[in-house]
């Protein structure tokens, strides 16, 4: 059943899709330190519970997704007259800017785990003028480098066509050829003035970065040693 769920996921957060993505629910991760995005397992563990959470984590790390939730509690339960406290469930997202806000709210029913209002930066197409408005943007962060270098030394000559243009016509054709290299670059669909923000240097492959970076710094603050 995991590595069915995994796969879910896996398909859910691929990076070729075409749209941002959002997960939101009960993901039941409940030894993983969201500050970090770690699973505190000690060292030569076989524990495979623990093992299928880090998978989990290192699965949202590779795929450059956030979460929203850090040190919330979403789920109180008494056991044994003995209070248990816990974060399981979790908003997770593609786009930095798509999540403007999450609220709480009580459990609905009896259930333990509490509830949340997301508040998503985005505008449903619910009407003919609204799929007219429908336009492409250049996403870059869809494209590799070595992809945009092969292209450009297979196909572009970026010298010049002579030494004796003037800075008008030197820009026209650099223009030209950088207009070449971005038609490779996968078009994504957005509409007018409801399309979240994406910071244009912050692409899944850096956010990944960042990600393994921070938990490389979170295992050496919890065990100090040459190996990490």
């Known amino acids: 059943m995991q590595n069915v769920l ?7 957060c691929h990076e070729s899709n075409e749209f941002e993505t959002i997960l939101i629910g009960d993901f039941n991760l409940p030894n993983v330190s969201w500050e970090n995005g770690i699973v505190k397992t000690p060292k030569g563990s076989n524990n495979k519970i623990l093992s299928n959470q880090e998978r989990y984590v ?33 908003v997770l997202f593609s786009n930095d800017a798509l999540v403007s806000d999450v609220q709480l709210l009580p459990p609905l029913g009896k259930s ?25 943007s250049t996403s870059w962060s869809k494209v590799s480098p070595s992809d945009l270098s092969n292209f450009s030394k297979e ?22 050829k950088l207009n070449q290299v971005e038609s ?23 956010k990944r970065m960042r990600k393994n970076k921070e938990k490389a710094w979170s295992q050496f ?7 990490h």
């Not at 995994?6 to 859910?12: D, F, G, L, P, S």
């Not at 040190?71 to 248990?84: F, K, Y």
């Not at 603050?221 to 190996?227: H, W």
Request: aromatic fraction near 8%; charged fraction near 25%.
């Open 155 to 176: 196909n572009i000559d970026w010298n010049y066509s002579s030494s004796e243009l003037d800075v008008e016509e030197m820009w026209s054709e650099l223009l030209g």
């Open 112 to 136: 333990d785990h509490i509830s949340f209002v997301t508040e998503l930066c985005v505008k449903l197409m619910n009407s003919d003028e609204d799929c007219k408005q429908l336009k492409y």
């Open 58 to 90: 290192n699965l949202f790390n590779d795929k450059g997704m956030s979460w929203y939730f850090t040190d919330e509690i979403t789920r109180r339960r008494l056991v044994r007259d003995t209070l248990q406290e816990s974060l399981l469930d979790q």
């Open 6 to 12: 995994i796969t879910i996921t896996i398909t859910i």
């Open 184 to 206: 490779v670059v996968p078009k994504i669909p957005l509409i007018d003035g409801n399309r979240p923000v994406k910071l244009p240097w912050s692409t899944t492959s850096l």
């Open 221 to 227: 603050d919890i065990a100090p040693s040459n190996e």
